[in-house]
C-alpha cells in the first residue's frame, strides 16, 4: 500500500519561502505521477503543481505559476513543493498526492489520484 507522509509545512510571514516535502513508500515511486493540491477552510480542495513519472514535465495552477517549484528525486522517493513569493491567500492545508499510470504526462484533476498523505499546514501572515 503507497503512503505519503507530508512535512514542511509552518508560519512564514507574506513574501517568505517554504519548501514542503511528501515522502512514497509502499511501491515503485517511478510509477506514480505526483500532484500537490491544498485546501482552505470553507473551500474546495484545489490543484497546486503536478509532475510526471520522470520529473521532465510539470504543470502548474496559475495562482502559483512562477513562485512555486514542483520537483522530484526519485532515488530518494519525494517530491516537494518550493514556494517563493507566499501570499496570505496560499494560506491552506498542503496534501500531495500519487497516481499511478504508464502515461508520461502531469494530471491536474484530483479524481485520477488514487492515494493522498494527511496534509501538512501552510499559514502566511500578512
Known amino acids: 500500500q503507497v503512503q505519503l507522509v507530508e512535512s514542511g509545512g509552518g508560519l512564514v510571514q507574506a513574501g517568505g519561502s517554504l519548501r514542503l516535502s511528501c515522502a512514497f513508500s509502499?511501491?515503485?515511486?517511478?510509477?506514480?505521477?505526483m500532484g500537490w493540491f491544498r485546501q482552505a477552510p470553507g473551500k474546495e480542495r484545489e490543484f497546486v503543481a503536478a509532475?510526471?513519472?520522470?520529473?521532465?514535465?510539470?504543470y502548474y495552477a496559475n495562482s502559483v505559476k512562477g513562485r512555486f517549484t514542483i520537483s522530484r528525486d526519485n532515488a530518494k522517493t519525494t517530491v516537494y513543493l518550493q514556494m517563493h513569493s507566499l501570499k496570505p491567500e496560499d494560506t491552506a492545508l498542503y496534501y500531495c498526492?500519487?497516481?499511478?499510470?504508464?502515461?508520461?504526462?502531469?494530471?491536474?484533476?484530483?479524481?485520477?489520484?488514487?492515494?493522498w498523505g494527511q496534509g501538512t499546514q501552510v499559514t502566511v501572515s500578512s
Open positions: 498526492a500519487a497516481d499511478y499510470t504508464v502515461n508520461s504526462g502531469t494530471n491536474s484533476s484530483p479524481n485520477v489520484y488514487e492515494y
Open positions: 509532475v510526471s513519472r520522470s520529473g521532465g514535465a510539470t
Open positions: 509502499g511501491r515503485t515511486f517511478s510509477m506514480y505521477r
